[in-house]
């Protein structure tokens, strides 16, 4: 099933859910959204009800209950996740900001980098965590695509200079072929890139 199939279904669902006092969906819903939640039930999206939820349902509704189902805590958490996902930028957001494109690897050193905000000295430019966390993965190009301001860019340079010096210098070495920026830490200077 597709996966743009998978969320609408989950959403139907849990729209049913709200509409319904005890938060099931019974087996008077549209044939077409039985068939669906049978299948993302043998994925582990939604939890039918068993035996005894089915005899308390029918308790409830006043008539027999033969089927019923309602998200399970995964389908919950894809229809949030999926929600919460950012969307593909085609430009970037403002001005002063240029779109940046991250390798994997890059991208894994720089996420290790915004992690430890809290524990360096010379932290992330403000917003850089929160670029990071919204990054969007091009699938076509095998890159993940930022929108970064100068000073987030520099702040870049310097987590890829860090992750340089802890093992592995192609992730700097490439940034500062794209973009024309690495960091040179000069001696008692405050943090700042240099430009090729």
């Known amino acids: 099933m597709r996966a ?10 849990w729209v ?10 019974l087996d008077v819903a549209a044939e077409s959204l039985i068939r669906g939640v049978r299948t993302l039930g043998k994925e582990g999206l939604v939890e039918m009800a068993d035996r005894e939820t089915r005899a308390e349902l029918s308790a409830w509704e006043g008539r027999p209950v033969r089927w019923a ?6 389908g919950h958490d894809l229809l949030a996740y999926a929600r919460a996902r950012p969307a593909p930028a085609s430009c970037p957001p403002e001005s002063g900001v240029r779109e940046v494109r ?18 360096l000295k010379s932290r992330p430019a403000e917003g850089l965590v929160e670029r990071v966390r919204t990054a969007v993965h091009d699938r076509g190009a095998g890159r ?30 490439r940034f500062s072929r794209d973009y024309g920026l690495h960091y040179q830490p000069p001696a008692g200077v405050p943090l700042e890139a240099t430009a090729l």
């Open 69 to 74: 189902a309602r998200l399970s805590a995964a």
């Open 102 to 119: 991250l390798l994997p690897s890059q991208m894994a050193a720089l996420r290790v980098f915004v992690g430890l905000e809290g524990q």
């Open 16 to 25: 049913c859910e709200g509409e319904a006092g005890h938060g099931w969906v």
């Open 144 to 173: 993940w695509r930022l929108y970064l301001t100068r000073e987030q860019m520099v702040s870049v340079a310097y987590g890829l200079w860090l992750h340089r010096l802890a093992g592995s210098a192609a992730e700097a070495n």
């Open 4 to 13: 743009e199939k998978v969320l609408d279904l989950l959403a139907a669902v």
